[in-house]
């Protein structure tokens, strides 16, 4: 029983688990911060091309 305690109590496969789920949270925070800007500039220049568009066929 008291090998068992011992065993849990120098387990760190949790602690790992943790790490790599903040891991995960940080790259998932970073990829959409670029693709929110991404695609907001996208839009921009979608628009600025339809706006000559617009301007040479009229």
Known sequence: ???RIRTF???DS???AI???LIAALVSVAAIGALSATGN???DMFGLVGEKVNNALS
């Open 1 to 3: 029983m008291l090998n």
């Open 14 to 16: 949790g602690a790992t």
């Open 41 to 43: 500039a996208l839009s």
């Open 19 to 21: 790490e790599y789920g």
């Open 9 to 11: 109590l120098t387990d």
